[in-house]
């Protein structure tokens, strides 16, 4: 259990604090809430392309990186569709140069044309490189498009187009920034041998000054569930084929998310898992099979893909796909496998409080999501789900009548 304490600037600034005195390390991160889902249909890829600019250099420390090195610390970031992440990671010694450059770069980014189109050409790579580039690497693109067709869910975060990158200007990205990047639409949280209230004061000092924005109040769409099968084929130039099915599920606050997580674990988790366990090992069937679950905060997906082998077919892996489903749907697991997926489950969130970043990032998400006392009701939350439960969400989510598949023939 994780024990923090929890400000607000009076700015609207929201700043967390946890002490972890194991460690010589102070973790710093900032979460704002802006993801593609925030974006113009027609200028997407702009919170992705603005992970980039955040490490473009802000007026007072142009070189982001270098300082960050030099203070021994280490620095990502990561976009999704609700929320745009960065973090780094330093000796406790320097915890002010973190906060120091995460306050500079809130209130003086650096957004000139110079800086643009160095990160522009760097996204356009990334885009090349992982959707077009790679194969079956537009799977998202389609899969977006086909579960959310009148919703802002409806593009993957690096964007539905490359020509929206590629023609992205100053005055378009600054606009973006002024928007989402200013106190109010953003939360800090710091992990390491800290004092609260040293690091509440020290927050003040770098972040107390900069002046916050009027809040959007954009209202997103109700997602459409349209309870209907629809299957797209592209021919391609992949080397196998492969297939993705896809269905609604519930959204990441959902008291039945965690049903869904252990479900999809009991799925394709491993070796043990019933998908491998049928139609990789027993059946020979799939030389690849998965199954995981989008998170997104509205209304999010289950989604199944594999490959078939060369002897087998897309057609024949799905129909034995839904003969498991259909089983999983009608009968309870076993109370020994779903507390197999559990166990995992949990482990893997006990590790996960062993790791200053780790706990700032979760920290920050659960504030997110609408209270970050929810941090400490996720081991309870997977220990209680029943095996009627994924019986129950697996018959409400898992029908072929409601699939949305994608398959790639190679060309």
Known sequence: ???????????????IVERDQNT??????TLYNVGSKNEDPDKTGFAHLFEHLMFGGS????????IIQNASGESNAFTNTDFTNYYCILPIENIETGLWLEADRMANLIIDSRVLEIQKKVVIEEFKEVCINKPYGDSWHHISEMAYPHHPYGWPTIGKELGHIQNANVRDVSRFHKTYYHP?????????????EEVFALCDKWFGQIKSRSQSSFQFPEIQNDLHQVNKFVNSNVPVPQFMAAFHMVGREHPDYHACDLLSDILANGKSSRLY???????????????????TAHTGLIVIEGRPASHSSIGKNKERLYEILNELSSVPPEPRELQKVKNKAITGLALNELNVINKAISLAYFEWLGNVELINEEMRNYGSVQPEDICRVADAFLNKETEMGLSYIPS
């Open 277 to 295: 366990q049928s139609l990789v090992r027993d059946e020979e069937m799939a030389s690849y099979i998965d199954c995981y679950l989008s998170g």
């Open 184 to 196: 109010a639409n953003a939360i800090l949280t710091i992990s390491g041998p800290i004092d609260p």
């Open 1 to 15: 259990m994780l024990d923090f304490q929890k400000t607000t600037l009076s700015n609207g600034l929201r700043v």
């Open 59 to 66: 007026h007072n420390a142009p070189n982001y990186d270098h």
């Open 24 to 29: 010589s390390l102070v973790a710093i991160n």
